[in-house]
Structure formats: structure tokens, C-alpha cells
């Protein structure tokens, strides 16, 4: 049991390009986030998803796309990065159906030159 | 959801016990109080949560007052690896959107 898993654990890109961050759960668990990090702040959230299919956006959604195919996988997606999205991103899932008690990934350290 | 208030940092003898405050005098009667933390850069964990009544795990104790206005964790005898950010979280039941702060920084002190 793996539990969240995140992918890549470190990027660098290069302002204006794109890529996808991958977040994977083997819990069989319907909600999942986004959360970004920056240094010395707390979290604040991007995306969420109540399950396959549905997502909506939380509390600084834009640049970020995100899309729910399957219970398991929910990437992130970065259509055009810039130098404010560099940061640390933490994906999480709830066991409850919501986001009433949380798993976190161990993160994506991301930076945008 | 309620606005929780937490000191910024807080310092603790290590072996003695470490007993965080959380202010949520804007509770509703449905939601329960969360506590993570978060060891340096790693993902925050879930500690323990709590509605009403008083609750102990493995890891800590949550003492919630009768009036639900506040509340505080205990780590009954702290070590260094206790050293993290801790957050407290008024969470709905069925909540989806769930919104961190800043949280309290604990320095355990050898």
C-alpha cells in the first residue's frame, strides 16, 4: 500500500513551458487535491476533486488545470509555467469521501526559471 | 468555515509535554476540529480530530473547551522529532474544500 505517490520529487522548467505533475492514490479514495507551498508559507489550495469526473477549483486555481479521469490519478497540469508558480506542491487524498482527513503525497519541489 | 488563530511559534523543553493553542471562537456545531503537522518539507500528516468531546491516539490528546471556542493539543512527552509545523483546521462533516493557515512552528529544545 503506497499510499500517495507524486511525480516527478523535482523539476526544473523554464518559464513558458508546460508539463504535468502526477499524482497517483491506492486507497480507493474519491477526494483528492492540490495544495502549493511557498517558502515559509502555509498551504493554500489550487484544485480538488470530489471524484471521477468532478473537480473544482480552491483558492488560487489559476495556471493550473486538473482533470479526474479516474478514482486513482489526479495530475496538475502547468499550460504555461512562470517564475510565480515556483513552489513546493503536495497532492492529498481524503479517506471520507471528503477532505475530513487527508493523506499527503511527500511533494513536487517545482522551479520556474 | 471557522477562522482559526494560532501563535506563530511556540518552544518546548524536549521530554516535557508540548500543549498547542487553537483559537476557533467562530465554530459551528458541525464542524470538527483537525489538527496535521508538517516535519520540515515532507507532506502534513493527520494527528487527530475531535467534535466535541476530549480524544487521544497514539500521538497526541486534544482537550476541547465546553464551549468549542478553542482548543489544544498535547504532545504528552516532546522530542526532537516532534520539531514541525503544526496546523489546526475547522472542518465541516462531508467539507470538500479544505483551507490550511499558517499554523504554529514548535521548536523542541534539546
Known amino acids: 500500500n503506497a499510499g500517495v505517490t507524486q511525480t516527478p520529487k523535482f523539476q526544473v522548467l523554464k518559464t513558458g513551458q508546460s508539463m504535468t505533475l502526477q499524482c497517483a492514490q491506492d486507497m480507493n479514495h474519491e477526494y483528492m487535491s492540490w495544495y502549493r507551498q511557498d517558502p515559509g508559507m502555509g498551504l493554500r489550495l489550487i484544485h480538488y476533486?470530489?471524484?471521477?469526473?468532478?473537480?473544482d477549483q480552491g483558492e488560487v486555481p489559476n495556471g493550473y488545470n486538473v482533470s479526474r479521469s479516474t478514482t486513482e490519478d489526479f495530475p496538475l497540469r502547468l499550460l504555461s509555467a512562470a517564475p510565480s508558480q515556483t513552489s513546493v506542491y503536495f497532492c492529498a487524498s481524503g479517506e471520507q469521501g471528503s477532505g475530513e482527513k487527508l493523506f499527503f503525497g511527500s511533494g513536487t519541489q517545482l522551479s520556474v526559471l | 468555515d471557522a477562522k482559526t488563530t494560532q501563535p506563530p511559534s511556540m518552544d518546548c523543553a524536549e521530554g516535557r509535554a508540548a500543549n498547542l493553542p487553537c483559537n476557533h471562537s467562530t465554530i459551528s456545531g458541525n464542524e470538527y476540529v483537525y489538527w496535521y503537522r508538517q516535519i520540515h518539507s515532507q507532506g502534513p500528516q493527520y494527528i487527530i480530530h475531535?467534535?466535541?468531546n476530549n480524544e487521544t491516539n497514539e500521538m497526541a490528546s486534544l482537550i476541547i473547551t465546553e464551549d468549542r471556542k478553542s482548543s489544544t493539543l498535547i504532545l504528552p512527552h516532546a522530542t526532537l522529532r516532534d520539531t514541525a509545523v503544526y496546523y489546526c483546521i475547522a472542518v465541516r462533516n462531508r467539507d470538500d474544500k479544505i483551507i490550511f493557515g499558517k499554523g504554529t512552528r514548535l521548536h523542541i529544545l534539546p
Open positions: 475531535g467534535l466535541k
Open positions: 476533486s470530489v471524484g471521477a469526473g468532478i473537480t
